[in-house]
């Protein structure tokens, strides 16, 4: 067999609309740290969720990541296709006794506030079309070095409280599913937005009940609209242009911490993606939670 490569990182949209700014800061970020570090590229559809997904958007997304110069290494590996395996890991944690049924409506768990309250663990419920899976957590404090957020904590038992593994509408929630695709699709390195730092205990916690592998993660800062909000379809937020390419590609890039050379914008997508794989430099990015968008483009 051949030896695998030590390096493999993925971009994991939505294909809730076509990427915006901020999803384009996300995948160039992950694009870059892949390649700079002689690395494979791989692209996942998180399709979970067809109540959210208009068609031929996962279409458009692998369109625009072409144009924007970003060619991924193997096929796109579709999370709807990706049933049975979810269903087998939630069967091994099952066998675990910490999962258990949840009838919990979200008005009583937005009551809770930010941690669940673990009133369902000893209800005794058996699984049914109105309850969710909730995975059952310790006391104990998950930690983890971020490369670009640095050293970061987190109890479970404090911070967030038993969390869904799979919904009451029956559709598999994305803690569960992203743990489980990362190990298939050997991903060593997770570069995301840092919108799901808060998301990564959850899923170290999940690595360790499976007796999976942690990739190392790196959080880059979220894209946000002059009122703060996070550049997302809720927020109204533009696609990303085709005739503009080179100039949008090129504040990417200056908004993960690199200062490209004056006529850097007015060179082909490939050529500027050649240049930031060559000075690309994970400590450089910045090390916040959110950057303003300070283009406009028409």
Known sequence: MNKPPSYTGRFAPSPSGPLHFGSLVAAVASFLDARANQGTWLVRMEDLDPAR??????????????????????PVLYQSNRLNAYQQ???????????????????????????????CRTRQQSATEDSAVRLQVDDQTIEFADLVQGNQTQNLATETGDFIIKR???LFAYQLAVVVDDHFQGVTHVIRGYDLLESTPRQIY???????????YGHVPVITNEQGQKLSKQHFADPISSTERRAILHAAITSLGLAP???????????????????????????????TQQHQFS
């Open 206 to 216: 999940l690595q360790k009940q499976l007796g999976l592998p942690t990739p190392y």
């Open 168 to 170: 009451k509408d029956g």
């Open 53 to 74: 997904e208009p068609p031929g958007a996962a279409e458009t997304i692998l369109e625009q990541l072409t144009d924007y110069g970003m060619q991924f290494d193997q």
């Open 89 to 119: 890991a939630l069967n091994i944690l099952e066998e675990t006794g910490l999962c258990y049924a949840c009838v919990c409506s979200r008005q009583q768990v937005r009551a809770m506030g930010s941690i669940y309250d673990g009133r």
């Open 261 to 291: 050379p004056q006529q850097h914008h007015q060179l082909h997508v490939s050529e500027q993606l050649d240049w930031a794989i060559e000075h690309w430099d994970i400590h450089a990015v910045p090390k916040l939670a959110a950057i």
